[in-house]
């Protein structure tokens, strides 16, 4: 499952066999790999090691997933996570081996419903998968630019934007520290708000432009694709959120999964806020079923998430313009 993961992180296709490796090390736990790693390639290391860590140390927690025509289920999920709920929830076991039982299969009916709906999103699939290649890509250039800046200027950035403090003998901490904290993931959103993803222009500190005249323009190509990116992961998961809610509403074992799992209702689950599912509610109270084929087939802007009448306002219905 780890190493499904590493395949779901859409590399450029000469850091593929980089990023499979990888996920291979830190799955394994083999620290003289992923030092070797390191060592081959700095620069794909500094991209590729942050979704290592985020997507394995999310393993625990993810029931399943989908990746070329094909569902997964997490088999320490749905085979030792309920003994689990029943030990910490304490004696006397028997009392509630019946509701962790049912919430169990109530996890698995979600898993089920979210994955097949997910394998439904052809078209939403591959503008996700193009824009997180293209960020990617972007990613690579930031980090190559950033091993490549000399001393000096390394030196007057890093004290510029008051990094930790790293011993002078460890200079690749330094480049690292600097590509982690300029990386636009962290820095654009961080600095601009997550209102950067309807934005269509990115000022910078010119301090910072000055020390690296790149950076601007690497910002800039950086919007269209991770607006995209996140246009298309929000639709996706917010179409398998509404399935969920819709389909599994008066399910006995999804309210048990909910109780049991989440410590949380169905009434507190219904109202929790994704923008894509809010979407979802709104195209679908307009028109019906046909809601998911738009969706899908003419994925949304990030503008029209964040303001669902702009995507109403398609012509949606007859396909004489928008479809």
């Known amino acids: 499952f780890k190493l499904l993961k590493g395949k779901k992180v859409f590399a450029t296709k000469q850091s593929r066999d980089f990023v499979d490796e990888l996920f291979s090390a830190v799955a394994?736990?083999?620290?003289?790999?992923?030092?070797?790693?390191?060592?081959?390639?700095?620069?794909?290391?500094?991209?590729?090691?942050?979704?290592?860590?985020s997507y394995i140390s999310k393993i625990s927690t993810?029931?399943?997933?989908?990746?070329?025509s094909c569902v997964y289920l997490n088999k320490f999920i749905l085979s030792s996570y309920p003994k689990i709920i029943l030990y910490k929830q304490g004696q006397p076991y028997d009392l509630r081996k019946e509701q962790v039982e049912s919430g169990y299969k109530g996890a698995l009916k979600?898993?089920?419903?979210e994955e097949i709906v997910h394998s439904t999103q052809d078209n939403l699939q591959e503008d996700n998968k193009n824009a997180a290649i293209n960020v990617n890509s972007i990613n690579e250039e930031l980090a190559k630019i950033i091993i490549n800046l000399e001393e000096d200027a390394t030196k007057n950035l890093y004290d510029y934007l008051q990094l930790q403090t790293v011993p002078d003998?460890?200079?690749?901490?330094?480049?690292?520290?600097?590509?982690?904290?300029?990386?636009?993931?962290?820095?654009?959103?961080n600095e601009l708000g997550p209102d950067v993803m309807t934005y269509s222009?990115?000022?910078?500190?010119?301090?910072?432009?000055?020390?690296v005249p790149e950076l601007s323009e690497i910002y800039q190509r950086w919007l269209l694709p991770i607006q995209t990116h996140h246009a298309a992961f929000s639709t996706m998961e917010g179409i398998a959120e509404f399935a969920v809610q819709n389909i599994l509403q008066n399910d006995d074992d999804f309210?048990?999964?909910?109780?049991?799992?989440?410590?949380?209702?169905?009434?507190?689950?219904?109202?929790?806020?994704?923008m894509g599912k809010e979407l979802t509610e709104k195209v679908f109270n307009k028109f019906g079923k046909d809601a998911f084929r738009f969706l899908i087939e003419k994925p949304p802007s990030t503008r029209e998430l964040k303001e669902p009448d702009l995507y109403l306002k398609r012509d949606l219905s007859t396909g004489s313009k928008h479809m």
């Open 28 to 53: 394994d736990l083999d620290i003289k790999g992923i030092a070797k790693l390191i060592e081959k390639d700095t620069e794909k290391f500094l991209v590729y090691s942050t979704y290592a860590k």
């Open 110 to 113: 979600m898993t089920m419903v």
């Open 255 to 274: 309210q048990n999964y909910l109780t049991t799992f989440m410590g949380t209702d169905f009434s507190s689950y219904k109202v929790r806020k994704n």
């Open 201 to 211: 222009h990115v000022e910078i500190d010119p301090k910072i432009s000055e020390i």
């Open 62 to 68: 993810t029931y399943g997933d989908y990746l070329d």
């Open 169 to 189: 003998n460890f200079p690749i901490a330094k480049r690292a520290n600097l590509f982690f904290m300029l990386n636009p993931d962290n820095f654009v959103v």
